[in-house]
């Protein structure tokens, strides 16, 4: 439950370790548990759980059809599957009469480089992406788009004061390329 403090994970102590290395202690080969024990505000015992692995699939595109045929899709974060999810709620909202799209990539905090790329790629047709340069100005990597897929319907993207990383990349590519505002 929220606010419960993670005591124990399979009988070590982990009240003075980094966040990181009990994140990989309860991590582990799906189908196995991990024995944790909790402490809970109001309870007079520390409370104990078995927690079987396994594989979390984290979803970050939702969408929804508005009024007047404008389908809004919002990313939440770039993952190794928000590509795929991308563009099934493209497709659907294009069968389902879609005569604009709506990208709301408000307080998204980025992700994976590969991920915004290859959504870039399915909409945005010939062109580039983003440029990699080093400090000194020279290109580490070019990313670009190819003509193969692109979207042809008036689109938005909205951002805020906490999209980052490759929400920007996103945003900048769409306007620069011309296909959002």
């Known amino acids: 439950m929220a606010e419960d403090q993670i005591i124990e994970v399979d009988g070590t102590e982990i009240t003075d370790q980094e966040l990181s290395l009990v994140v990989d202690m309860i991590r582990g080969e799906e189908g196995t548990t991990a024995h944790i024990k909790v402490y809970r505000a109001g309870e007079s015992d520390y409370l104990e759980f078995d927690i079987p692995r396994r ?77 990699v340069e080093d400090r000194d100005g020279r290109v580490m990597n070019d990313y670009e788009s190819d003509e193969e897929q692109q979207i042809n319907m008036p689109m938005v993207v909205l951002v805020n004061g906490n999209s980052a990383s490759a929400s920007e990349i996103f945003t900048g590519a769409l306007k620069d390329s011309g296909k959002a505002k």
Request: glycine content about 8%; charged content about 25%.
């Open 55 to 131: 594989v979390v699939e984290n979803y970050s595109v939702y969408s929804e059809m508005l009024d007047d045929n404008i389908a809004l899709i919002q990313v939440q974060q770039f993952y190794d599957n928000t590509p795929k999810e991308f563009e099934e709620a493209i497709e659907k909202a294009i069968s389902d009469g879609a005569e604009g799209l709506i990208f709301d990539l408000r307080d998204n905090p980025g992700g994976l480089l590969n991920a915004v790329t290859e959504m870039c790629d399915y909409i945005m047709g010939e062109g580039t992406i983003v440029t």
